[in-house]
């Protein structure tokens, strides 16, 4: 369902279904568009991917909040392994008390799939975190360790104005898209 989004928002179609239709998608439009244009991009995809009635439903019912952090949480867990892999929740403190509100991921598959900081950074992190702050009412921070290609997604925080993940260059020989992004790729 994403796949076909994700093709419809670029205007692209590969014929392709499910994971590997994403993937491929995902790894045309870092090719062919510019770093501005791919978050749109995918954030249209995002838009598109959810009826408004629901995203505003989420919206005015789940506020900012231990329950909404530690629920958007477990859903992460539950609905999305199929794109990052095998995830847990994890806790963290939030103002001065633990809460369930990490998302662990040990080997993201979309990064493993792509081997591509630029793609990591462009086509999921920062229109994900546009997207759930912006639609959904929540912020996010996504912190990938381009090390081990783990990932955590912190709910309940801000990402930073001076993101570490942004400044990673990209892995120069395994690098499926090949192409600048601000990082070095």
């Given at each position: 369902y994403l796949s076909r989004k994700l093709q419809q928002a670029s205007g692209i179609k590969n014929g392709k279904h499910g994971y590997q239709g994403l993937i491929e998608a995902a790894v045309t439009i870092s090719r062919i568009f510019r770093l501005d244009t791919q978050?749109?991009?995918v954030a249209s995809a995002l838009e598109r991917a959810m009826p408004s009635y629901i995203v505003t439903m989420i919206k005015v019912m789940m506020p900012p909040s231990r329950f909404s952090r530690e629920y958007f949480a477990a859903f992460t867990t539950i609905f999305f392994p199929w794109l990052v892999g095998p995830c847990e929740v994890r806790e963290s403190e939030v103002d001065g008390t633990r809460e369930k509100n990490v998302v662990y991921i040990p080997k993201c598959r979309f990064l493993e799939s792509t081997n591509c900081v630029g793609m990591c950074t462009n086509l999921c992190k920062i229109p994900s975190q546009k997207f759930m702050q912006d639609s959904l009412g929540v912020s996010v921070y996504m912190s990938p360790?381009?090390?081990?290609?783990s990932c955590e997604m912190i709910f309940g925080q801000q990402p930073p104005e001076?993101?570490?993940a942004l400044k990673q260059p990209c892995f120069s020989t395994k690098c499926i898209a090949k192409q600048d992004y601000g990082v070095s790729c």
């Open positions: 978050c749109e991009i360790n381009f090390e081990d290609m001076d993101d570490p």
